[in-house]
């Protein structure tokens, strides 16, 4: 399968606690983004990278969370002592550098977070 | 299992007919748009998409008009199959950056 991969697919984790995400994106693509979702919502954007370099950040990003993509392959998104407000699917896409045929994000299967 | 479509308006439609799912952007700036299709438990699937510089773009049984004038995009699934049956979401974009998605369409396609 050379899709998007995400892991884990489901989290769950009391109030309080520190989880981390990984995303790994197609290989030859050179941007991936973080989009969260809530049920009975469309995505919403989080942050996005091309390579290693963290290009944008949304305001829903609070200081809790953290996105990192160090060797501008996969990336990890942290939320630090999580409340019960981030239970979420939270959705990881990549794309390729740009041009004509190279803008689509495909999007991962996501994780499944849940706070107690 | 979960519902994507929690909430969401739903468009109900029999098998074999057309579906046409309707869908209005906010930026007037956007230059390229998306429609994904997704399935309870599962991330957005790509269906088509069209850039701004063109009004209509056919793939295999799905059309997508676009008018710039009202900001209106629309996603025509043709013989509509129990496999269709998802949340659409239509998504914006500019200079390849971000996506902003639509409020999904619950499509349920009856037999």
């Known amino acids: 399968d050379t899709g998007v991969s995400q892991n884990p697919r489901h989290k769950i984790t009391k109030r309080g606690q520190n989880v981390t995400f990984r995303c790994d994106p197609i290989s030859e693509h050179n941007r991936l983004y973080w989009y969260r979702q809530t049920l009975g919502q469309g995505p919403e954007f989080l942050t996005y990278?091309?390579?290693?370099?963290?290009?944008?950040k949304s305001r829903l990003l609070s200081d809790r969370f953290s996105a990192e993509r160090p060797k501008g392959s996969f990336s990890t998104l942290e939320i630090q002592r999580t409340e019960q407000g981030d239970s979420a699917m939270y959705l990881c896409?990549?794309?390729?550098?740009?041009?004509?045929?190279?803008?689509?994000?495909?999007f991962g299967p996501g994780t499944r977070l849940t706070v107690l | 299992g979960e519902s994507v479509g929690l909430h969401l308006p739903t468009l109900s439609v029999q098998e074999g007919d057309n579906s046409i799912i309707n869908c209005a952007y906010s930026?007037?700036?956007?230059?390229?748009f998306i429609w994904y299709k997704q399935e309870s438990g599962k991330g957005p699937q790509f269906i088509i998409d069209?850039?701004?510089?063109?009004d209509k773009r056919q793939g295999q049984r799905v059309t997508v008009l676009l008018n710039k004038t009202v900001k209106h995009l629309s996603l025509q699934i043709a013989a509509t199959q129990p496999g269709d049956s998802a949340v659409y979401f239509c998504a914006e974009t500019y200079s390849q950056s971000k996506l902003t998605f639509g409020k999904g369409i619950t499509l349920s396609v009856r037999p």
């Open positions: 896409a990549s794309s390729g550098q740009g041009g004509a045929a190279t803008d689509t994000q495909y």
């Open positions: 990278f091309q390579n290693e370099a963290q290009l944008e």
């Open positions: 930026n007037s700036a956007s230059d390229y």
């Open positions: 069209i850039r701004s510089n063109m």
